[in-house]
């Protein structure tokens, strides 16, 4: 049997639930996952490894409207991802009102297979499915369309069925027992960052970012540090919360995460630094990561 190996791209809007799907198909926790919407800022590969196959998935920014030099950032990411892509996973809410515009202009022009993923139908009904399977089959014509439930594991088999039937014939792009394209300094900030969206209300975990300034690898213990970059005094003083009470809960729940998925005890420090404006400043995107 030849093998085969391809791209495979999960886009749609923030909050369809994109990185938990990609958790459930790749079956490790790649995409960190908050309730709050965009989450995701950077395109993450999850790798699946099989005898006659490798699949890399690769979950993407939710699409927005750009407001920052950060948002064009991540809307790249997107871009580059369906050029790349040998197939296409369309991931939808079920009662997302979709504002299809950003999405639709995004698919233009891709050759590639598309299958739209309707999501979170473990909390709707038959009827309403049904309608919006009509719907997108009018819409975008796919060459299938999925009701899943990502959290429930509800037909995910299904849709990896689908992926492994339509990838193309081609050698392995990655070592046979790579998991992802990221390294553990990069798991490690978006863990910490994790706990910032799940600690902190409205705008402050938009407006912050996470940078390992050491990693240090022990046998049985790893020692990292961390900066925690916000863009106002006060955005760092509610970060720190009353005599560094917020900071320590952070620190708490991210270091479990970290022995979690490092299987090794670590000892985390943090640290955090105000850098006006930094969502808008290209020099500080590049340094950040973001091209």
């Given at each position: 049997m030849a093998h085969k190996a391809g791209f495979v791209s999960i886009i749609g809007k923030p909050n369809a639930g994109k990185s938990t799907l990609m958790n459930a198909l790749v079956?490790?926790?790649?995409?960190?996952?908050?309730?709050?919407a965009q989450t995701t800022r950077h395109r993450i590969l999850g790798i699946v490894n099989?005898?006659?196959?490798?699949?890399?998935?690769?979950d993407t920014p939710g699409i927005i409207k750009p407001h920052y030099a950060l948002h064009e950032s991540m809307m790249h990411q997107v871009d580059g991802s369906i050029v790349d892509a040998d197939l296409i996973l369309l991931v939808t809410d079920i009662y997302e009102e979709y504002d299809e515009a950003d999405v639709l202009k995004?698919?233009?022009?891709?050759?590639?297979?598309?299958?739209?993923?309707?999501?979170?139908?473990?909390?709707?009904?038959e009827e309403t499915v049904k309608a919006k399977v009509e719907y997108w089959q009018e819409k975008l014509n796919p060459k299938a369309i999925f009701a899943i439930s990502a959290l429930k594991d509800y037909n995910v088999l299904a849709v990896m069925n689908f992926v492994i039937e339509h990838l193309p014939e081609h050698p392995a792009y990655y070592e046979k027992d790579a998991l992802t394209d990221r390294n553990d300094r990069f798991f490690a900030s978006e863990?910490?960052?994790?706990q910032v969206f799940k600690q902190y209300k409205k705008e402050i975990p938009y407006s912050t970012e996470v940078i390992i300034t050491a990693f240090v690898e022990g046998e049985k213990l790893h020692r990292i540090s961390a900066e925690i970059i916000v863009e106002r005094d006060s955005q760092k003083n509610i970060i720190i919360g009353k005599g560094g009470e917020?900071?320590?809960?952070?620190?708490?729940?991210?270091?479990r995460d970290m022995e979690d998925f490092f299987q090794k005890k670590i000892f985390l420090e943090m640290f955090v630094k105000v850098i006006p404006d930094w969502r808008s400043k290209k020099n500080y995107l590049k340094q950040f990561g973001y091209e």
């Open positions: 079956g490790e926790k790649m995409s960190i996952i908050t309730p709050k099989d005898e006659d196959y490798q699949i890399v998935f690769s995004k698919l233009e022009g891709s050759e590639a297979p598309l299958a739209v993923l309707i999501n979170k139908v473990d909390l709707s009904d863990m910490i960052r994790a917020m900071l320590k809960i952070v620190g708490t729940y991210a270091r």
